[in-house]
């Protein structure tokens, strides 16, 4: 056995390297990513057109999600990703149960916006299952990609793991609310949900792809200011 050959033995090939969420950083980012998901959901109830560009309400600020969701996948891991993720989860199942709680609850004799309130928690509720169930596959699809790649490419080609990463998650994400989604905005032909989805999958994933110059500089500096984050080599 020689010397090189036993050095190589003996030198495990170093892992990915990420921070340790226990930061200023991360209960900042996982608090703003379950507010934007919250308020997507919330703004998702009305049915958007722009002549024939058909979308809803989330558009302006769900994509923010993926931004936030591909910075926590990046500087500290798949497991605190999901971590957020899931966390994003529980807070929406409480908005929807705190909604219901409200119908329930006495309306005051001044009160005239019953049955508006109503039809928009009914409609919350659908778009609330299938915003879950989109999120929970897009945002898995989207942080394990970001760390298999990362697992290949250390340090280098950002740029390929957040639109990689985009790419595919927002195309679960986008599949999967769309088809549950279409029923509670109105749309009920065929032409209109593949309008709805294709157009929705391309416009959030031209979002992150017009955001990277920005989630670039967001990670440079978390990573710099993140004292447990050390490089991939």
Not at 137 to 148: E, H, K, P, S
Request: hydrophobic share 50%; charged share 15%.
């Amino acid at each position: 056995m020689t010397s090189e050959t036993f050095d190589a033995r003996e030198k495990p090939q170093q892992p990915t390297a990420f921070a340790q969420v226990g930061s200023r950083f991360y209960p900042v980012l996982v608090a703003v990513f379950t507010a934007l998901v919250i308020i997507s959901n919330v703004t998702a109830t009305k049915g958007v057109a722009f002549g024939p560009i058909i979308t809803d309400g989330g558009f302006i600020v769900f994509p923010l999600t993926y931004v936030i969701g591909d910075v926590l996948s990046e500087v500290y891991g798949f497991k605190a990703a999901r971590r957020a993720i899931l966390l994003g989860f529980a807070m929406n199942i409480l908005a929807a149960s705190a909604f219901w709680v409200t119908i329930y609850l006495p309306a005051a004799d001044f009160y005239e916006n019953e049955a508006a309130f109503e039809n928009v928690v009914h409609a919350y509720t659908q778009l609330i299952i299938a915003g879950l169930a989109g999120f929970i596959v897009g945002q898995t699809i989207n942080a394990w990609v970001v760390v298999a790649i990362k697992e290949r490419t250390k340090e280098k080609h950002l740029w390929a793991r957040l639109v990689g990463s985009t790419f595919a998650g927002q195309l679960g994400d986008t599949l999967v609310f769309c088809s549950i989604a279409a029923g509670a905005i109105g749309i009920n032909t065929f032409h209109d949900f593949a309008v709805y989805t294709a157009q929705g999958w391309l416009y959030k994933t031209a979002v992150e792809v017009v955001m990277l110059p920005i989630t670039y500089r967001v990670i440079a500096y978390i990573k710099r200011k993140e004292p447990t984050y050390e490089p991939a080599v």
